[in-house]
């Protein structure tokens, strides 16, 4: 299959009115090596169906064809969203199995459109750097049928997403994809491949599902993203209003920590203990 190169992506991106919209965090993938490889180090199961979010011109997308794989490329530029097709034609065949949705993924109901093949289905994406956690955040928490996601995004959202606790890199972004799937850095991808070319890395992640903590997830993200509001303050100072000294206790959490030393299974424990406590409290009131 003949994949993009430079001069193809230019000659498409021309046949769209020359210029990728800054506003949509466009970049485009103009290097058949580097879509290949990201293909191969995702190790998707042979055959398994695919969501592509923000497919563009059609680079990663010609990728997973050529490897088997069917597609589903949801694309929220109507001009790339109306060009795909025929790339796809024209390169890879007309029954090619791919399925192209023009609309917003953030928006469009994901967990609807993903009713093709049977089995669990993967996101395979060079995701658009200015919503790239939104959007990996909302397919973890409302579209279980992807099990598997392996996502191009700024390096130093990689770093985060897969960060340890103690490391200044943890954050947010860390807490909650890792409440759902484990990560680690597949790749790193260089500025020289992408048309235009940004000023930043990139980085391949893959993440796989895990059983989530039995704890109540709300609550658990309201304490984070609290806590992470002021990282550099200990979290009795944070949460102190929310969280009682005997609850920091029962979930074996010192009060004296900062918020990047704590894993999802201490966030997870922190909801419990609160949930617990608030239950007996209330018991207590009525009784």
Known sequence: MSLLGVGDV??????????????????????????????????????????????????LTLALLEAGHPVLAVEQDDRLAEL???????RAGPSAEVQVVCG??????????????????????NLPYNVAVPILLRV???????????????AEVADRLVAEPGGRTIGVPTV????????????????????????????VVGLTRRPQPDADRDLAFSLVERAYHQRRKMLRSTLGGLVPIEVFAAAGVDPTDRPEQLGV???????????????????????
């Open 265 to 287: 299974g201490d966030w997870a424990g922190l909801a419990r203990a609160l949930g617990g406590a608030d239950g007996a409290n209330r018991a207590g009131g009525a009784s």
């Open 84 to 90: 795909l097709p025929r790339t796809v034609a024209e």
């Open 176 to 203: 909650k994809a890792g409440w759902f799937a484990s990560a680690r850095t597949l790749l790193r991808v260089g500025p020289e491949v992408f048309v235009p070319r940004p000023r930043i890395d990139s980085a």
């Open 140 to 154: 973890l928490a409302e579209v279980p049928q992807v099990e598997r996601l392996v996502v191009m995004v700024q």
């Open 10 to 59: 230019r000659r498409l991106l021309d046949e769209v009115g020359g210029t990728a919209r800054r506003s949509l965090g466009q970049n485009f993938v103009a290097d058949p090596g580097t879509v290949r490889r990201i293909v191969a180090v995702g190790d998707l199961p042979a055959g398994s169906p695919v969501l592509e979010v923000g497919p563009g011109l059609g680079s």
């Open 104 to 125: 917003d993924a953030l928006r469009v109901d994901l967990e609807e459109l993903l009713v093709g093949p049977p089995g669990p289905w993967a996101l395979v994406a």
